[in-house]
Each structure stands twice: as structure tokens, then as C-alpha cells.
């Protein structure tokens, strides 16, 4: 069954779009694409047996125009533009990486959809630094974990950003819904038991002491 976290990050997608998803894997935002009326969708891995799974999960559910398969280190083997470009579950800094090797290739007015199950904050980081505008920020729950999308594009200035915006997202932090509020919950509660036996981890201080600041 297709993950609702990959279903819901598909909504980006409107009729017509250009679509990559770099670190397919399974292929299952193919699928999800191409029911929306995706005009092309590119699937990138790096690794060949995650390309040919993709290709066994989509070839008959995909019209073979409209899809193709690439081996690609991120996007260096990309020669088009696309309107909506995924890097789902991969790591804050991979994720860094690839768009930073491939901001050649990303068009002006194309959507980054991100989703970084580790490091985010060294995502936000990286996007805030090199003239990313963070255009939209989502918090779901699946599974009993909690994903954030961020939604992104190119800009032509710097935006300003503090230490919060890096870990809680500049617009999540401000929305403050009520799954982001249960998120952080959790979190400081967990600090705090860590804090218990540990009283003088600093980071684990300095991150508990931000989260009562914002919830
Ligand atoms: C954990 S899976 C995520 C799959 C899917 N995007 C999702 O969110 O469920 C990560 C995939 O990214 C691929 N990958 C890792 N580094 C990559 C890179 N530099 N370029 C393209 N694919 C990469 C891996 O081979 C793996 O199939």
C-alpha cells in the first residue's frame, strides 16, 4: 500500500507538471503523480536495484510515454527542467548535497518538495543559506512518527533566520498546529527524562529550554 506520507506530499502535483523524484526507491510518487495527470515523470536512483523495483511497482500501472528510469547520482544525469522536483527520505545533508551539486539544473520558478527524515535542521540550514525561500511547510503522522515537507524555490536575496526557524521551521513554528505542538510534547518530555540522569548534556539543555520558548 502506498504510504500516506508519499500520497500527501503527491499533492503538490498539479495537471500537466514536470515531474523528478530523485531516491525513488519503490516508485510508489510515480504512481501518485501519473494519477494526477502528470505530463512526464522522471524516477532517479542512484542504485539499480531500487530503479528496477520502481520499474517492477509502475510499468503497468504507468503509461510507458509518460514515465522513464534513470540512473543518476542526483541530478547529474538530468537534462531537462521539471515544475516539481521530490528528495524524499533521505537525510538532511544528502539532500543538501544533491540540490547544492544540481542548482544548475533547477529551474527558477520549480518547487523543491523536501522531506528529510533526518537533519532537517541542517536542510533548513543549507536552503536559508544559499537563497532558498521556504514557501510552505507541512507537519503529518503516520506510523507514530512525524514527517515535515518543506516546500521550496529558488530566490534572489538572503532571508534572515534565527536559531528557531533552523529547528522548528520558520513557518511551522509560527502556525504552532496542533501536531507540531504534540511533536515537540514528546520531545521535551523525552529531554527531560534524558536530563534526569544526564543533567549536564548541554545541547539536550539549550534544545529543551527553545522548545518551551515556542510551544
Ligand atoms: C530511504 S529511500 C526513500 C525512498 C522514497 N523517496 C521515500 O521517501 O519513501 C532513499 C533512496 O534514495 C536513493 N539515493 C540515495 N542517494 C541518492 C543520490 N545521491 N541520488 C539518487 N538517489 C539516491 C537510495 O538508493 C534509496 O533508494
Redesign the pocket.
Known sequence: MI?KR?QLAALYIDEGDLVL??????GY?GIEAYKRRAALITL????IE?LNKAKLNTQDLIDPKIVEYLL???FKEINKTYDKIFI???GGD?ISK?IADGRNKIADEALLIL?AHTKIDHLRKYLFDNSFLIKEEKIIKENNHYYEFIVSKKAKTLFPYNELDILFGPLLRKEKSPLFIEKWEKKLKKNLEILKNNPDVKNIIRESELIKEVI
Open positions: 504510504q508519499i523524484d530523485i531516491g525513488t526507491d519503490h510518487l532517479v536512483d542512484n542504485k531500487p543518476s547520482d542526483g524524499l527520505g533521505l544528502l544533491i522531506d
